[in-house]
């Protein structure tokens, strides 16, 4: 049972563009919902993460919007780059007392931002 | 301060062999994570290992594979009587704690890619 649904599967936006990927989580007890940016040939590196206690997390141009009541939550990259072209997957953890480096992964995205 | 190695980065192997994927995690973190990525899927948990112990084997294939993770040393993923279906890329992550912390983040390294011809 897929418990992290994503979407879209792609995106393509322009050079200073906003990229909106989102996702919904089906198991409550999750308590920590980080975002992965992996590009090609290389593992997936923590880009930003929220708790379910606050509403929203701005690090620089990255935002992480977070609905508890729909049980969802997105990611905003504002000013897209070029260099921010890559896959990005959103995940779930810490259900039921596990650890939170065992993540629930959503399908992925990946952005393509034109120059 | 070096990351997560894994080694080796690429690994072919025939039908029915064996493959070993090698992961040494982080300096002082003793959680150990393992995860499989499917051609353009997402990532899947398999195990979950603590120095010396399985904590989480809750993704784990019940056939064929093993993992483990010594006090000294990497840790080993271990697939016996490689399949075709086998082929796909195994990373693996660590953590410094497993509760609910500053330092809660998984590192992820590079992966290993397995081929299975």
């Known amino acids: 049972q897929q418990q992290v649904k994503q979407s879209p599967q792609s995106l393509i936006v322009q050079k200073g563009g906003i990229s909106i990927i989102n996702c919904a989580y089906e198991?409550?007890?999750?308590?920590?919902f980080p975002w992965y940016q992996q590009f090609p040939g290389k593992g997936p590196a923590l880009l930003i993460a929220?708790?379910?206690?606050?509403s929203e997390k701005k690090e620089g141009r990255f935002t992480i919007s977070f609905n508890k009541s729909a049980k969802q939550f997105s990611l905003h990259i504002m000013d897209s780059q070029p260099g921010d072209s890559a896959t990005y997957f959103c995940?779930?953890?810490?259900?039921?007392?596990?650890?939170?480096?065992?993540?629930?992964f959503g399908q992925g995205t990946i952005l393509t931002v034109h120059p | 301060n070096a990351g997560v190695m894994q080694n080796p980065r690429h690994l072919v192997r025939r039908r029915g062999q064996e493959a070993r994927l090698r992961c040494s995690p982080v300096?002082?973190?003793?959680?150990v994570y393992w995860y499989r990525q499917l051609p353009e899927e997402g990532l899947k948990f398999m195990v979950y290992?603590?120095?010396?112990?399985?904590?989480?084997e809750s993704g784990m294939p019940k056939e064929r594979f093993s993992a483990e993770f010594p006090k000294e040393g990497p840790s080993i993923l271990r697939i016996q009587q490689v399949v075709r279906g086998d082929s796909a890329a195994y990373f693996c992550?660590?953590?410094?704690?497993?509760?609910?912390?500053?330092?809660?983040?998984?590192?992820f390294g590079q992966g290993t890619r397995l081929t299975v011809v």
């Open positions: 992550a660590s953590s410094l704690t497993r509760d609910r912390a500053m330092n809660t983040e998984a590192f």
């Open positions: 198991n409550t007890a999750f308590d920590y």
């Open positions: 290992l603590q120095k010396e112990n399985i904590i989480d």
């Open positions: 995940a779930g953890s810490g259900a039921g007392g596990t650890s939170y480096g065992k993540l629930t």
């Open positions: 300096k002082g973190h003793s959680h």
């Open positions: 929220i708790r379910p206690d606050v």
